[in-house]
């Protein structure tokens, strides 16, 4: 769930609802560094939000719980203190329906305040004007978390036709994969990759661990002022170069179009400033086309994607503010004009929507219900999955399979970063084969990292050996 506060990283090296249920995903910010603290011993909150699109009716709902965790990721249930929920934007926190025991009391103009009682909290958000609503949970001596809540007017909600349980339209293969698009840029600061006191490509080393698959992510134009990187990383030329390696090394290739010159997730979706001035059927056109020109540019040098990803993390649209989630049929006309243009350039190329609502089932069938119901086809649905946003492993396993089964499509976990084996093994044994891998982010240098800073793999890498030898084999 992007990328959060991975800007300043990477520049600093239940129940299952009903079929016809409607439904309303996260955004979140964690803010400043965790204090030292010994395992067990809470260092953070953690902000998990159930729906982060609501219509801004005064019934729909948000529910959030606040957790506790330690530096090691661990839950911890031993903590019982106040707790305050900051609001920024046109949303009230009311209590959770059928959650006795909470109690909140209003602050300030912007504040309520309540409690942690054994680590836990819950709360919801409503809201009556649609609005970006901006909300922060603080405790003494732990790091504070924050989410974005797309508070939206109401929609017509559409159902598409539940599809006949059949195999995926073309075949797609068991990836394990890695998105290392920040590689060129840690190259030029000179870090080398090393194995055994060899030097190898990180792609080599990666393959060699049972990865058979890398993503990469491109930015509309980099360069541009505000964009992501004054020398064009991320950008198409530098992905030319990171296709070719790709192919050369004989691994599966997963291009990942943000369309923003900047990073595109779900606070941020911000129009490439080529396209600042367009509009309606011209701004589709220019997004078909662009897309179809990378992918030819691409095919021109024998190094085509095998999958696309029209669009990173959209569950609050993309190319805003003309696709944002609160204008669904502009929303899908753009991803429809996207996956044109991937299919003029080769129609062999798999085609994924992603969106970053790995166990957030009402928001994920929300999303999707109103996507395929207004004609966005694709092949494979793409999960992010992060535990201090997402939900559990509980909330994951049982999101991929409703999902699986409802709309009869495989399902990729394409941004995941811990719990390594736990993931695998949910995503594997889905039913009907339905799992077909993932895609880690950022490996080399990010969050639960696989190597270190000298560019050696440490002991988290060997993970993937059992995970390859138990599913890829």
Known sequence: MKKHCLALALLLLTLHPAWTQPVGAPGVTPAGSPPVATPGNGVELVFTP???????????????????????????RTVNAPLSIVV???????????????????????????ALVNGVSRFTLISDSADRIKIEVRSAGLRSASSEIHSIKPFPLLTPARPARQAAARVIPKMLGADISNLPQMESRGI?????????????????????????????NPAAQGGYSRQGFCGLEQTKLMAARIKKAGMYFLLDFHYSDYWADPQQQNKPSAW????????????????RDVIRDLKALGAAPDMVQVGNEINHGMVWPDGHIGNPDQLAGLIRAGIQGVREADPSILIMVHV????????????????????????????????????????????MRLLAE?????????????????????VFNLPNNRGRGSFIWEPLNTWEQIFDREGKPNDLIRVYDGIAAKYLK
């Open 406 to 426: 409802r709309y009869q499509k495989d399902i990729n976990l394409v941004e995941y970063s811990h719990k390594k084996q736990e993931v695998h093994d949910i």
């Open 356 to 399: 970053a609502l790995g166990g957030q089932q009402k928001e994920s069938i929300f999303w999707l219900d109103n996507m395929f119901a207004r004609g966005v086809e694709c092949d494979i649905i793409g999960l992010s999955y992060y535990p201090r946003w997402h939900g559990t492993l509980q909330d994951l396993d049982q999101n």
């Open 276 to 291: 600042k001035d367009l509009s309606g059927p011209a701004l589709e056109t220019a997004h078909r086309e662009y897309t």
């Open 50 to 76: 159930y729906s982060t699109t609501i219509f801004a009716d005064g019934t729909d709902r948000c529910d959030v719980v606040i957790s506790v965790l330690d530096r090691l990721g661990n839950e911890v």
């Open 192 to 220: 080398k990759f090393s194995e055994n006191g060899v030097e190898k490509d990180a792609l080599e080393i990666l393959k060699s661990h049972g990865f058979n698959a890398i993503r990469l992510r491109l930015f509309h």
């Open 88 to 114: 920024q934007g046109k949303g009230r926190i009311v209590p959770t329906p059928g959650i006795p025991g909470t109690e909140l009391r209003k602050g300030d103009a912007s504040t309520w305040e309540t």
